[in-house]
């Protein structure tokens, strides 16, 4: 039978072998690592899947190989030799796999998966050395990444032996932390352990592994040309179609690199970035095909600094320069009467008993935009351009509120989830909470994903009105500057009044701009009437 690479995970097409762990004529278990690779995520070993006896490896270090690459052929053990003295044919059902060899004293604790998009980290606190003993989920190391700065906790007890990394290392995910011996057993599956066997190569009979695997490579994309035929296909994996759609570009413009064509995840970021084939990577990074030319040497006119920017800048950015790329976004204002509704926010806040939750206008807007998004369903939304010929729009039907915080490291947005849900007081805790962990550059992933609409609020800063940029690939954000008394004309009197500005920016692919009038016009009304408000909200 063979022995080839199993599905590796989504978004990894390719990996490099790094060691073989056995060699020809040994007899390896069910389970038993073969072989150890690395790819752009990880360093990960392939089990054997049933217990036989290895005849032939078919790669050495430093192959690249792909998802059913043959890495090696045996023979199953306890096959009964045909008539020609050959081992039998593959049966039909894996058999029994032999138990799992005893577990070493010493473990190696390794980055663990740190969450969807995020592969690599910087060390910014270690919390032990060796000698130290530890228990079981006792956090032994600080990661801050691009979207926060993470605990990684030990999944298992023991002393610690040694410690391989540094503080300002880089690592990335199935890199050692460190090595402990003892309790071992109490390992947690989910954190630091090799990753198992891939359920596509453990889960498959001994038959199914020697046939041949399907290849993800090269899979044919039709689209169709203006006269409704058809071009010809693009071969790219499932990956880079992905990241193709993800980004905008039509794969068909796109000079594949690869054998017979192929594009590759790296062809269409350098079609993003406008580099010219063949040139090196990073020298014109740019949007969509725009090329963004040197900057001059500044130095030749006076003195200056560079500082370069930090993994979350460098985030905001990319997030910011693909949302204002992708998006053609118009920002409409407005001003809402928040005199009395102010009035009463702060007799509730006189009133609260000592340590009840801050109310801010921030949760008050929140309750507002809700009562809007119910009202024009299409605020909350996405635009998918890549489904069938003319695209689509994905109405959610759920209300997670992004909340853009200012921090010392930068913008971060975390989301309050079913916002619809919750009571202005559950609303200020939670909201209180978020805006605590991301000033301390506590959150965690999960908590700035999902979102569905966007509120920023620099009143406590000031300004009139600005024109936030869209949290892509939400199609609408709200802007709120700082309230004003005013002198506004009410019936036949002038009466100072407190005016809130609104500052509305939507997606025009989706949101016509007297949509972005009557949502605004919504908003003030209720922030205007606290009564309406109430009922809505």
């Known amino acids: 039978m063979d022995f080839r690479v199993p599905n590796m995970g989504e978004g990894i097409e390719s990996a490099t072998v790094v060691r073989v762990l056995v060699s020809e004529g040994a007899a390896v278990s069910a389970g038993q690592d073969t072989v150890e690779v690395e790819t752009e995520k990880s360093t990960f070993t392939i089990p054997a899947p049933v217990a036989g006896t290895i005849e032939k490896i078919q790669v050495k270090p430093g192959d690249k190989v792909a998802e059913g690459t043959v890495?090696?052929?045996?023979?199953?053990?306890?096959?009964?030799?045909?008539?020609?003295?050959?081992?039998?044919?593959?049966?039909?059902?894996?058999?029994?796999?032999?138990?799992?060899?005893?577990?070493?004293?010493?473990?190696?604790?390794?980055?663990?998966?740190?969450?969807?998009?995020?592969?690599?980290?910087?060390?910014?606190?270690?919390?032990?050395?060796?000698?130290?003993?530890?228990?079981?989920?006792?956090?032994?190391?600080?990661?801050?990444?691009?979207?926060?700065?993470?605990?990684?906790?030990?999944?298992?007890?023991?002393?610690?032996e040694e410690v391989r990394v540094q503080l300002s290392q880089p690592v990335v995910i199935g890199d050692v932390i460190a090595v402990v011996s003892g309790d071992a057993a109490k390992s947690i599956a989910t954190l630091g352990a090799k990753p198992a066997a891939p359920k596509s190569l453990a889960s498959k009979s001994a038959a199914e592994a020697a046939l041949p695997q399907p290849q993800a490579n090269a899979v044919a994309e039709l689209s169709p040309t203006r006269n409704g035929n058809h071009r010809a296909p693009v071969p790219a994996g499932p990956a880079t179609r992905r990241l193709a759609r993800e980004l905008g570009v039509d794969l068909h413009e796109v000079i594949g690199s690869a054998s017979g064509g192929r594009v590759t995840q790296d062809d269409v970021k350098a079609f993003v970035r406008g580099i010219p084939k063949g040139a090196k990577a990073g020298a014109a990074p740019a949007a969509l095909g725009a090329v963004i030319p040197q900057l001059p040497d500044f130095s030749k006119?006076?003195?200056?600094?560079?500082?370069?920017?930090?993994?979350?800048?460098?985030?905001?950015?990319?997030?910011l320069s693909l949302s204002w790329t992708v998006a053609p976004q118009v920002t409409q204002h407005d001003v809402a009467d928040i005199t009395d509704l102010e009035a009463g926010r702060k007799r509730f806040l006189d009133a609260a008993p000592k340590g009840s939750p801050k109310i801010t206008m921030t949760m008050l807007a929140i309750k507002a935009c809700v009562a809007a998004l119910k009202a024009f369903p299409h605020f909350n939304a996405s635009y998918d351009a890549n489904a069938g010929e003319h695209g689509e729009l994905i109405l959610k039907r759920y209300y997670n509120i992004g909340i853009a915080v200012d921090t010392e490291r930068g913008l971060v947005v975390p989301v309050i989830r079913d916002a619809d849900k919750k009571s202005v007081a559950e609303l200020a805790r939670e909201l209180a909470d978020l805006a605590d962990k991301a000033r301390a550059g506590k959150l965690m992933p999960d908590e700035m994903r999902g979102g569905t609409f966007t509120i920023t609020n620099l009143g406590g800063i000031g300004g009139t009105t600005f024109s936030p940029i869209i949290n892509y690939p939400e199609v609408a954000i709200l802007g709120l500057s700082r309230s004003t008394l005013q002198p506004i004309v009410r019936g036949d009197r002038i009466e100072p009044r407190l005016m809130l500005p609104l500052s509305l920016t939507y997606d025009h692919r989706v949101i016509d701009g007297a949509d972005g009038a009557r949502f605004t016009a919504r908003l003030a009304a209720a922030f205007s009437d606290p009564i309406r408000m109430i009922i809505e909200g």
Not at 93 to 106: D, E, I, L, M, V
Not at 301 to 319: Q, S
């Open 301 to 319: 006119y006076g003195p200056i600094e560079t500082k370069p920017f930090t993994a979350l800048r460098k985030t905001i950015a990319k997030n």
């Open 71 to 160: 890495l090696m052929t045996g023979s199953i053990a306890g096959a009964p030799p045909q008539a020609d003295g050959q081992p039998a044919a593959t049966p039909k059902s894996t058999p029994k796999a032999a138990p799992a060899p005893k577990a070493s004293s010493r473990k190696e604790i390794r980055v663990p998966d740190l969450g969807e998009g995020i592969v690599s980290g910087t060390a910014v606190s270690i919390f032990v050395k060796p000698g130290d003993m530890i228990t079981a989920e006792q956090p032994i190391l600080e990661l801050e990444t691009d979207k926060a700065t993470i605990p990684i906790p030990s999944p298992t007890g023991g002393r610690v």
